[in-house]
T-cell receptor, first 116, second 111 residues
Framework: GAVVSQHPSWVICKSGTSVKIECRSL??????MFWYRQFPKQSLMLMAT?????????EQGVEKDKFLINHASLTLSTLTVTSAHPEDSSFYIC????????????FGPGTRLTVL | QKEVEQDPGPLSVPEGAIVSLNCTYS??????FMWYRQYSRKGPELLMY????GNKEDGRFTAQVDKSSKYISLFIRDSQPSDSATYLC???????????FGSGTRLQVQP
């Protein structure tokens, strides 16, 4: 399967600070990047979709000014949680999608964010 | 009502048992169906992918899709303790590549 990396794998921060999460597709170019969030014992929920070089499209209920997504290249996307609060504590997972009609989707290993 | 329903379990079986995991869905537009395995604090790992109705087999895993009943299944034969994980079904309609996930079923295979 495809190799996807996320950094950091876990982070603890104080309330009010910003946290940047990086997602890299290591062996393919991702024209589209999905960012999901998973709360404990719950399923993955789509937060936003971004295409390389374009603004991200956010799902209903996800604040675009709070969760900043940058998809500046075909192998790197970043999610920045701005002014994080304890309720933002979650497991954030990226899913890059290759172009060319590929049907399978792979996921990064996830980043566990804990906001104190 | 959720678009995808999945029994959260936990489902506990003895080693060697056949495991049956299921999801139902309400959106008839779903055409792509996947099963992922997720270990604790890890990202989902793709196990099986099927398009539209039918069966697909890969080693000990068999995926079935019954679109008429809006029901999908994953069977695991000769289950092993290493199969203990949360299994997530996921699906999407054509043209929308983001996935809608079930809540996941936690499986425990007892040695």
């Amino acid at each position: 399967g495809a190799v996807v990396s996320q950094h950091p794998s876990w982070v603890i921060c104080k309330s009010g600070t910003s946290v940047k999460i990086e997602c890299r597709s290591l062996d393919f170019q991702a024209t589209t990047m999905f960012w999901y969030r998973q709360f404990p014992k719950q399923s993955l929920m789509l937060m936003a979709t971004s295409n390389e070089g374009s603004k991200a499209t956010y799902e209903q209920g996800v604040e675009k000014d709070k969760f900043l997504i940058n998809h500046a290249s075909l192998t790197l996307s970043t999610l920045t949680v701005t002014s994080a609060h304890p309720e933002d504590s979650s497991f954030y997972i990226c899913s890059p999608l290759a172009g060319g009609g590929t049907d399978t989707q792979y996921f990064g290993p996830g980043t566990r964010l804990t906001v104190l | 009502q959720k678009e995808v329903e999945q029994d959260p379990g936990p489902l506990s079986v003895p080693e060697g048992a056949i495991v049956s995991l299921n999801c139902t869905y309400s959106n008839s537009a779903f055409q792509y169906f996947m099963w992922y395995r997720q270990y604790s604090r890890k990202g989902p790992e793709l196990l099986m992918y099927t398009y539209s109705s039918g069966n697909k087999e890969d080693g000990r895993f068999t995926a079935q899709v019954d679109k008429s009943s809006k029901y999908i299944s994953l069977f695991i034969r000769d289950s092993q303790p290493s199969d203990s994980a949360t299994y997530l079904c996921a699906m999407s309609p054509p043209g929308r590549r983001a996935l809608t996930f079930g809540s996941g079923t936690r499986l425990q295979v007892q040695p």
